[in-house]
């Protein structure tokens, strides 16, 4: 439906926000909604809820917030009202290593997340998130190609994040690659 809308923030509300673009005021549902200022234009990526009685946007400052949440949604028994919160409440960061750790006991902290679906997050999630970048790579000067090449070897992201500071980023991509790769056998 929408890939983003970008304009000019009108109205802020507890769940949501709307954004005037072009004269049309878009009612956004978001994460967090005071993290948005009146008056000041964005650029807001959209997921579009569509179903016999409902039409809802929901959106999100940056495209890795997004996919976090269409992965979330995939979750059995979790669907976008419950998947918000989560992302209001936790970083990127912190949902992924607790999917990758099954941390049980860091997701049900989260509102309306019981242990069953917090369970089910792990079973449907575990290993599935490494698509997104999810801001180490994006904070630190590391290559997000060398993170890209060794996901397609198999290697997982958790794994992947151990060794990757020990690499030296100035090297060509070739060379990244024989070190982490070094590091990862041992």
Do not use: C, W
């Amino acid at each position: 439906m929408y890939g983003y809308i970008k304009g000019k923030v009108v109205l802020i509300d507890s769940s949501y926000i709307v954004i005037d673009n072009n004269g049309i005021g878009y009612l956004i549902y978001v994460p967090n909604p005071y993290s948005y200022q009146l008056d000041h234009e964005y650029k807001v990526y959209i997921y579009t809820k569509v179903s016999e009685d409902e039409f809802t946007l929901y959106g999100f400052k940056d495209s890795e917030q997004k996919e976090l949440f269409l992965k979330l949604i995939d979750v059995k028994g979790l669907g976008p009202k419950m998947a918000l919160p989560i992302l209001a409440t936790g970083t990127i960061d912190a949902i992924f290593d607790a999917i990758e750790n099954e941390n049980v006991n860091y997701l049900k902290k989260f509102p309306k997340i019981g242990d069953k679906v917090a369970r089910q997050m792990i079973l449907d999630l575990k290993g599935k998130l490494t698509s997104i970048n999810t801001g180490i790579f994006a904070r630190e000067d590391y290559s997000r190609e060398l993170m890209d090449v060794l996901v397609g070897l198999g290697y997982k992201q958790i794994d992947i994040k151990r060794i990757i500071k020990k690499v030296d980023n100035t090297k060509s991509l070739e060379d990244q690659v024989k070190d982490a790769l070094k590091l990862l056998l041992k």
